[in-house]
């Protein structure tokens, strides 16, 4: 039914790079906004990245942004987050999820949600 799917996470170096992927199916994928959302131990789920339903247009956290890129690939029903230059703060769980409301980093209007993967940045 309704499922996002995350993959690709794993234990990488500072500096290092990781592909996500998040597979989705159960519903019109091209119709909606997929965001990246990730979640440390004991802190509140933030919004990383976003991309609109055509991939025409991204929003990226502050925090990512020149290191991240979001991209789609709608024939395949699948969202990607490639994580350059990574650093211990980017550690946590990452999530993707489905909105149909614009281009938002607010996890409130996100409607499914995948399982999450788990991302270690450490020497």
């Known amino acids: 039914q309704l499922q996002l799917v995350e993959s690709g996470g794993g234990l990488v170096q500072p500096g290092g790079s990781l592909r996500l992927s998040c597979a989705a199916s159960?519903?019109?994928?091209?119709?909606?906004?997929i965001g990246w959302f990730r979640q440390a131990p004991g802190e509140e789920r933030e919004g990383v990245s976003c991309?609109?339903?055509?991939?025409?247009?991204?929003k990226y956290a502050d925090s990512v942004k020149g290191r991240f890129t979001i991209s789609r690939d709608n024939a395949k029903n699948t969202v990607y987050l490639q994580m350059n230059s990574l650093k211990p703060e980017d550690t946590a769980v990452y999530y993707c999820?489905?909105?149909?409301?614009?281009?938002?980093?607010?996890?409130?209007?996100?409607?499914?949600w995948g399982q999450g993967t788990q991302v270690t940045v450490s020497s």
């Open positions: 999820a489905r909105t149909w409301f614009g281009l938002p980093l607010d996890r409130g209007v996100y409607d499914v």
């Open positions: 159960g519903f019109t994928f091209n119709y909606y906004t």
């Open positions: 991309i609109s339903s055509s991939g025409g247009s991204t």
